[in-house]
């Protein structure tokens, strides 16, 4: 019987040590694939993009102020698919982010518990909407409604997709900073209660400056997802690329025309089909600085309790 119950423990020693062996090896593979995924995606993105400035000067992509990809004389300046972008994301941060830190605030520090589990699943909902929702919500709802108070407001616009993008990151920011607040120790809240001091000036002197790191980054990750945002503008925001500050104007972002390239617009091997990579690197680029942003924040302005 002695004899049995060694054995059966060394028969299970060696299969622990054949596990213990195993996991590694699975997770490292696991690991590897991701890696591996993310240097083919920029391996192609590069060689494809060399191609494209073989045919069209890189001097012209990035001083040009005009593109038009499907003219028979071609203009390639990147500039305004950058703005396009980039109205859209500052509007959907005018929008997102002071609603985001308002809506992490309440729940973190003033919502009764009842409140926050009704408050909490209805922001997560949100997140889980499709974008083409949003975009047709955008296009259906918002533009009609906007234009009631803006009648110069064109069909096709920046400010209505720029609202819904603000609508769509607000539960990432809400998300994240409440988990930032929360993070906060609780003996720093009461520490300056104890003092005299009011819940308001507690949360704003006290809980913000210490959860700075998480809400930066929630912000900046936040963003960084409303840059790559493709269906609402694609439905809501046209395909005109222009230079014009105008957010009542007609506009194509960087993933629109990407939208637009791959939707049959374009032959394989023409020009056009070439600079979906050129504009797709540059929109690579404008995310992993983002990315990079955040790492940075997080780092710089961590506060360790």
């Known amino acids: 019987m002695v004899d049995l119950n060694i054995r059966e423990r060394i028969e299970h020693n060696q299969k622990s040590k054949l596990v213990e062996k195993t996991v590694p090896i699975v997770l490292f593979s696991i690991t590897i694939i991701s890696v591996l995924t993310t240097i083919g995606i920029l391996y192609t993105l590069i060689i494809e993009t060399v191609h494209f400035f073989e045919r069209v000067s890189i ?32 509007i959907g941060a005018v929008v997102a982010v002071p609603t985001g830190i308002g809506a992490a605030i309440y729940l973190s520090e003033y919502a009764p518990d009842r409140m926050r589990s009704i408050i909490k699943p209805v922001l997560e909902m949100l997140a889980g909407i499709p974008t083409v929702v949003y975009g047709a919500f955008a296009i259906t ?77 929630a912000i900046v990750l936040g963003l960084s997802r409303a840059i790559g945002e493709t269906m609402i503008v694609s439905i809501a925001a046209g395909s005109t690329p222009n230079s014009s500050f105008n957010i009542f104007e007609s506009l194509q972002t960087m993933t629109g025309f990407i939208v637009q ?13 070439y600079s979906l990579y050129a504009v797709g690197i540059t929109l690579f680029i404008f995310t992993l600085v983002m990315n990079m942003i955040s790492q940075w924040i997080t780092k710089r302005f961590r506060e360790e309790y």
């Open 59 to 90: 001097e012209e992509f990035l001083t040009s102020t005009r593109w038009n990809a499907f003219s028979s004389t071609p203009s390639w300046g990147i500039f305004p698919l950058i703005l396009g972008t980039l109205k859209i994301v500052l």
């Open 261 to 273: 390239v791959t939707s049959g617009d374009a032959a394989y091997g023409t020009d056009v089909y």
């Open 141 to 217: 709802f918002v533009t009609p409604f906007l234009q009631s108070f803006i009648p110069s407001l064109n069909h096709f616009n920046a400010l209505s997709p720029g609202i819904v993008v603000g609508i769509m990151i607000l539960p990432m920011i809400a998300s994240l900073t409440e988990d930032a607040l929360s993070s906060v120790p609780n003996s720093l809240r009461e520490g300056s209660l104890g003092m005299g001091a009011t819940k308001f000036e507690t949360v704003s002197k006290i809980v913000l400056p210490a959860a700075v790191s998480g809400l930066g980054a």
